[in-house]
């Protein structure tokens, strides 16, 4: 199968590390080089990790919240959200952001499922990204999906919520964690990745979790690049690693408290939208 090079784009790259002090560009900058660099085929390659920022201003969209609150890392505007939802449709988004705006539409199916709403389009975005062709990025996002199934995992016992409706996707993972009262959920034999993440979640200190999470992370990045030098490969591990260095930039412990507390409030309860929910001014 025929691959691009990008010899000169990834040599002028800048070394970066997870704990990086100070980045002189912004990743909204880098977005806009992407675009100018990579041919259009890589360049849809690399929007899908853009795509949960997409589903955080969907969300927003959905709740008719304020549009200054809209994050520029996502790949489609505010407009673009307000035109694909009106009568005129373009067919620009994804296929589960249509699936799952209908799914919300349609209370009675709404019913059937327990998670929250920001779960729910989660899951779906996963079903969405894992149809990937790209082997480096299909590998990436089930690694990512396995952490935040065990982490889940590990929240709900502590929180006594049910499991099996909190976790995400239908991989051999999600489906041993839900048959199985084991510590290790009967992963670590089989996924070494279980044990590793559950020591990390028995750190009292939040941030050290999940720095430690991210140093997984990043190790898996460079582990999957190892021997590649300058494919698109290359560009996608730069795009996440340089992701995670400006998550760690601004974050701080009380960021951190803040972060988790969300992420129990997610579990413990499911999200209500408005009932007189309307897009575009007219109610759905």
């Keep these: 199968m025929f691959r691009n090079y990008y010899h000169y784009f990834i040599a002028g790259l800048p070394e970066i590390f997870l704990d990086e002090e100070?980045?002189?560009?912004?990743?909204?900058?880098?977005?806009?080089?992407?675009?100018?660099?990579?041919?259009?085929?890589?360049?849809?390659?690399?929007?899908?990790?853009?795509?949960?920022?997409?589903?955080?201003?969907?969300?927003?969209?959905?709740?008719?919240?304020?549009?200054?609150?809209?994050?520029?890392?996502?790949?489609?505007?505010l407009q673009d959200f307000e035109e694909e939802f009106s009568d005129g449709p373009k067919n620009i988004l994804p296929q589960y952001m249509y699936d799952f705006v209908k799914l919300y539409q349609e209370e009675e199916e709404a019913k059937d499922f327990n998670k929250s709403w920001e779960n729910k389009l989660t899951e779906m975005y996963y079903n969405y990204v894992l149809e990937t062709k790209n082997k480096f990025l299909k590998q990436w996002f089930e690694y990512n999906l396995n952490i935040k199934n065990i982490l889940t995992g590990l929240n709900c016992r502590k929180y006594d919520i049910d499991l099996e409706k909190q976790l995400i996707g239908n991989n051999w993972v999600a489906?041993?964690?839900?048959?199985?009262?084991?510590?290790?959920?009967?992963?670590?034999?089989?996924?070494?990745?279980?044990?590793?993440?559950?020591?990390?979640?028995?750190?009292?200190?939040?941030?050290?979790?999940?720095?430690?999470?991210?140093?997984?992370?990043?190790?898996k990045v460079e582990e999957m690049t190892l021997f590649d030098y300058f494919s698109v490969e290359v560009v996608l591990a730069y795009i996440i690693k340089l992701d995670?260095?400006?998550?760690?930039?601004?974050?701080?412990?009380?960021t951190g408290r803040e972060m988790f507390r969300k992420i129990i409030d997610n579990l413990k309860s499911s999200y209500e939208f408005p009932k007189d929910l309307a897009i575009n001014g007219k109610n759905k």
């Design 244 to 254: 995670m260095a400006y998550r760690w930039l601004g974050l701080d412990e009380e």
């Design 22 to 77: 100070d980045i002189n560009f912004t990743m909204l900058d880098f977005k806009q080089v992407l675009k100018e660099e990579l041919f259009p085929e890589d360049y849809r390659l690399a929007q899908r990790l853009f795509l949960p920022y997409d589903n955080k201003n969907l969300l927003l969209f959905l709740q008719q919240e304020e549009t200054q609150d809209f994050n520029k890392l996502g790949n489609f505007t």
């Design 175 to 219: 489906e041993q964690m839900a048959k199985s009262s084991a510590k290790d959920f009967g992963l670590s034999v089989d996924l070494p990745l279980a044990a590793e993440v559950i020591a990390l979640a028995e750190k009292d200190n939040f941030l050290a979790r999940e720095k430690g999470l991210d140093q997984l992370r990043w190790d």
